[in-house]
């Protein structure tokens, strides 16, 4: 259930560098929490001195250190409601190429979109051949590359008469696991790619406002994915998230 009542805000407090989406950091009641660390320490101005920041939970969010000096936690993303669908092949196979996942996100203020495609993911299953190693999938990278590379995704949200377009981003980049043919003949059961590839690609919508919207994530002219969901007083639900054209398994 959605927190319906006004002013509440939840924010997910965290260190620079925790990722971003991480629930082990999010804070399920916006009551109030206070993480305190103490007893750290960093380098600044040459010298060592002791870290104590405390990051307030409040109803208006996250709180910053009143002292500049000293580090500033970030106020992350609320998920309202979230849903995820194995991506699978043009073939019909049903081999599992990518992780989906759709999330509806409220962060200042504002409920917004996000769809994620992985090429890794403990349902992901690899390429053909002795090569692969299930849990990635590098057909799958390699095209999540091309489609940022060349600009040839988009979201694309039905809002009124008109159509509003957001391009992508990389969000996880790193090697592919992979099975390894050695010049001696011998096998390498846990190599990796030499290369590195986009292991995640996000698509983000800007803030609706109220009201009911598809929105579909378009690559080379055609859809293939496709997000039905409502948004109403800072909460949302997705009600649908789906691949066009067959090329979904719902887990």
């Known amino acids: 259930m959605l927190n319906k009542r006004p002013g509440w805000r939840k924010c997910q407090a965290q260190l620079q560098g925790l990722p971003l989406l991480s629930k082990q950091y999010l804070v399920a009641r916006p009551t109030f929490q206070e993480l305190s660390i103490s007893r750290g320490r960093i380098r600044h101005h040459g010298g060592v001195n002791r870290l104590r920041f405390a990051v307030l ?16 936690p970030r106020c992350a993303p609320v998920v309202l409601d979230e849903r995820r669908l194995d991506f699978t092949e043009d073939e019909g196979s049903g081999r599992v190429v990518a ?18 495609a992985s090429a890794v993911g403990p349902r992901v299953d690899p390429v053909p051949g002795f090569q692969g190693i299930r849990g990635a999938n590098r057909i ?6 091309s489609i940022l590379r ?9 809002r009124g008469t008109g159509v ?18 050695n010049p001696d003949g011998t096998l390498d059961l846990d190599a990796e790619s030499r290369e590195e590839f986009p292991l995640e690609a996000v698509f983000e919508t800007a803030p609706p ?15 293939r994915l496709r997000v039905v969901y ?11 998230l789906e691949a066009v054209d067959g090329h979904g398994n719902r887990p």
């Not at 799958?140 to 590359?145: F, H, N, P, S, Y």
């Not at 060349?150 to 039905?158: D, N, P, Q, S, Y």
């Not at 406002?209 to 859809?223: A, C, S």
């Not at 409502?230 to 649908?240: E, H, L, M, P």
């Open 57 to 72: 939970v409040l109803f208006a969010g996250c709180r910053a250190p009143a002292d500049p000096a000293e580090a500033s």
């Open 99 to 116: 992780d989906v996942r759709a999330f509806l996100l409220l962060e200042d203020g504002r409920v917004r979109l996000r769809i994620s």
């Open 140 to 145: 799958a990278a390699e095209e999540l590359q």
């Open 150 to 158: 060349k600009e040839r995704g988009m979201l694309a949200t039905r």
């Open 164 to 181: 509003e377009t957001e391009r992508g981003r990389e969000a996880r980049r790193g090697r592919i696991p992979e099975r390894r043919l």
């Open 209 to 223: 406002g109220d009201g009911v919207y598809t929105t579909e994530l378009v690559v080379d002219g055609r859809p």
């Open 230 to 240: 409502r948004v109403k007083d800072n909460s949302g639900r997705i009600s649908a």
